[in-house]
C-alpha cells in the first residue's frame, strides 16, 4: 500500500505561504513607516529605476481648527487672512511656494541722505527677506556711486536706476506712487510675480517670506493698530481725492510696506499717483502724502491679506504683549535732518 503524502504536501505549502505573507507583510509596514506623508495620505516611492526622485518628507504640526492665536484677530471681515507670529508653519509654507519657481521684487528709494539706510537694509534683508527665493532689487537713488557694495545670495539681484535729485521730501514719496507704476507696467511684467514697495530707513530682524505673498498685501501700521478708527490719521478734507469720513476705514495700514501681484500693484501704484495729480492741480496735499491715497485706495479695494504690525514695526525698543516677533522695523533718526526742506 502507498504512503498517503498528500497531507504533508498540504501543510508543507501552507506553512510556506503563511511565512511568505508574514514576511511580506512585514516588510511592506516598514516601507510604509519610511515613505513620506503629507496631510496624513502615504506618497508611494517612485521606482529609481525610472529616473525618479522620491521628496523628502515634511515633518510639521498638525493643523487644528481648535488652537491657535487667541489673543488676536487672524481674518478681516472680508475674508482676508492677517498674518501673525503662530499663524503659519514655516516649513510648509515654503514646501508649497518652493515648487512655483516664483520671482520676488522689492523696490527701495534712497535719495539725498537716505543713502546712509542702503547698507542696512540690503545686509539685513539677505539675511531675513524671502530667503532661498528669486528677489530682484530695485533701487531708485540720485546717487549711485553711494550704492554699497553688498554681496548677494544665488539668484538674487540689485537693479540700481538713477533719478533727479528732488528738493523736497514731500515730492520724493509722492513721486514713488508714478515711478513704480512705470516700472509695472514695463520692465517687470515678465520678469517677476510679485512685488513689495518697502521704505529703506528700515531693517530686517526675522523671516519675510512666503507668508506674506498675496495679490493685494497692506501692512498694519504699528501705530494705530489697537486704535478706533475715528483717530486715524486719515485725510479728513473732502476736497481731497484722498478723503475718508470719520465714520469709514476698516484698519489705517502703511505707507513704508505694500505689495503684491504685479498687475495689482500696477492698478494700486496708477490709481494713487492719478490721484494726487488730481489734488495737486488743486493745490492739495494729503495729510500723509501717498501714504494717505493708499489708505483710500485699499478701502475700496480691500487687501486679499493683511500683514500684522510685526511686518512693519515703529521701533525696536518698543515693547507690546501681542507682537511676538518684530520682522521689520524702522531705524532709529534725526528726521529734521535727514530730510531736506522739513
Wanted: proline share 6%; glycine share 6%; hydrophobic share 40%.
Amino acid at each position: 500500500m502507498r504512503p498517503n503524502f498528500f497531507p504533508l504536501v498540504f501543510v508543507g505549502v501552507l506553512l510556506i505561504g503563511l511565512f511568505y505573507l508574514g514576511f511580506n507583510s512585514i516588510w511592506l509596514s516598514d516601507f510604509r513607516c519610511n515613505t513620506p506623508q503629507t496631510n496624513g495620505i502615504t506618497k508611494e516611492k517612485p521606482h529609481k529605476d525610472l529616473g525618479l526622485h522620491s521628496l523628502p518628507g515634511l515633518l510639521y504640526k498638525q493643523s487644528s481648527v481648535l488652537n491657535g492665536r487667541a489673543d488676536v484677530v487672524c481674518v478681516t471681515p472680508w475674508l482676508a487672512p492677517i498674518v501673525w507670529e503662530g499663524t503659519f508653519d514655516p516649513t510648509l509654507i515654503d514646501s508649497i511656494y518652493k515648487q512655483q519657481n516664483i520671482t520676488i521684487a522689492t523696490t527701495i528709494f534712497a535719495l539725498g541722505k537716505y543713502t546712509r539706510f542702503l547698507k542696512d537694509f540690503l545686509e539685513s534683508a539677505e539675511q531675513h527677506f524671502f530667503v532661498g527665493f528669486q528677489v530682484h532689487y530695485y533701487l531708485f537713488t540720485d546717487q549711485p556711486e553711494a550704492v554699497p557694495d553688498i554681496k548677494f545670495g544665488e539668484e538674487r539681484q540689485l537693479k540700481v536706476q538713477t533719478v533727479p535729485k528732488m528738493d523736497r521730501w514731500q515730492d520724493i514719496t509722492m513721486g514713488r506712487m508714478e515711478m513704480i507704476a512705470k516700472l509695472t507696467e514695463s520692465e517687470l511684467v515678465n520678469e517677476v510675480d510679485y512685488i513689495f514697495c518697502l521704505d529703506v530707513d528700515t531693517k530686517f530682524y526675522a523671516r519675510w517670506s512666503v507668508e506674506a505673498l498675496g495679490s493685494l498685501v497692506g501692512v498694519i501700521h504699528p501705530w494705530f493698530f489697537n486704535y478706533p478708527r475715528d483717530q486715524f490719521t486719515y485725510e479728513r478734507r473732502p476736497e481731497s481725492q484722498a478723503f475718508i469720513p470719520p465714520e469709514e476705514g476698516d484698519f489705517y495700514y502703511a505707507g513704508g510696506a505694500f505689495g503684491g501681484s504685479i498687475q495689482e500693484v500696477h492698478k494700486l501704484t496708477k490709481t494713487c499717483n492719478e490721484q494726487q495729480k488730481i489734488d495737486a492741480a488743486k493745490s492739495i496735499e494729503a495729510i500723509w502724502h501717498d501714504e494717505s491715497h493708499l489708505n483710500k485706495y485699499f478701502l475700496y479695494n480691500k487687501p486679499t491679506k493683511a500683514l500684522s504690525p510685526e511686518y512693519l514695526w515703529r521701533n525696536i525698543n518698543a515693547h507690546s504683549d501681542t507682537i511676538k516677533t518684530i520682522r521689520f522695523c524702522s531705524v532709529e533718526k534725526d528726521v529734521a535732518e535727514v530730510r531736506p526742506n522739513l
